[in-house]
């Protein structure tokens, strides 16, 4: 069955510590990878997207993801986190379908 | 200028009530979705219209039913409202059904008492 995987439920880390947070997707054929962040209380936002071209996509706020065909992943990574980048975090892939699916989230929590 | 607007943003009712949830994008986008984000967060397609037309109905309890007046317009009406229809509803919009960026709403939390 299709389906996305995001292996970390909650991770916490300190300020100016490097972000990884991992995806994996199931889906065969081509496929359109997105991240979204919901701050807390707020509605999803895009951090950014995969199409095609180059592997390495980078986004807002500082943030990038390398998508990696061979592995079925799209891991978003930032070098140095803030405590404003607190909030839960969504990769979702879409391919022969116009709707998203959505991991299950990883809640992020940035301590000052 | 809001790109997706929901309302109410907020919904508490009782089990058994009819509601409704109105979205509407100003994008000109001919695509709009529902989705619901259960309380673990989990975001789970509901329903597609593509210019009025539906195109995705998920396993959905008859009770939902989705209204597009306009392709500027996707309303959700729910009937017989029950306690495991609580979450939070996400209207979502995008430029046509092969333009695969989505734009969401605010989100609408029901609550259903």
């Known amino acids: 069955a299709q389906s996305v995987s995001q292996h970390n439920h909650h991770v916490i880390l300190s300020e100016a510590a490097s972000l990884e947070l991992g995806c994996n997707y199931s889906y065969g054929g081509t496929v359109n990878l997105f991240w979204y962040v919901q701050y807390p209380g707020q509605h999803l936002q895009l951090l950014l997207k995969?199409?095609?071209?180059?592997?390495l996509v980078k986004g807002i706020k500082g943030f990038e993801a390398e998508f990696i065909k061979s592995k079925f992943s799209f891991n978003l990574r930032k070098p140095s986190v803030q405590w404003s980048d607190t909030a839960e975090y969504f990769c979702a892939v879409n391919s022969e379908r116009p709707d998203m699916r959505f991991g299950a989230g990883t809640r992020l929590t940035v301590k000052p | 200028d809001t790109a997706v607007s929901q309302t109410p943003k907020y919904l508490v009712t009782q089990m058994g009530n009819d509601k409704s949830i109105k979205c509407e994008q100003n994008?000109?986008?001919?695509?709009m979705y529902w989705y619901k984000q259960d309380s673990k967060k989990f975001l789970k397609i509901m329903f597609s219209y593509n210019n009025k037309e539906l195109i995705i109905n998920e396993t959905v309890p008859n009770r939902f039913s989705p209204k597009s007046p306009d392709k500027a317009h996707l309303n959700l009406h729910i009937n017989s409202l029950e306690l495991g229809d609580s979450a939070v509803y996400f209207c979502a919009s995008s430029r046509d059904r092969l333009n695969y960026e989505q734009y969401f709403g605010p989100g609408t939390r029901l609550t259903v008492t």
């Open positions: 994008l000109g986008h001919d695509t």
């Open positions: 995969y199409f095609s071209g180059d592997p």
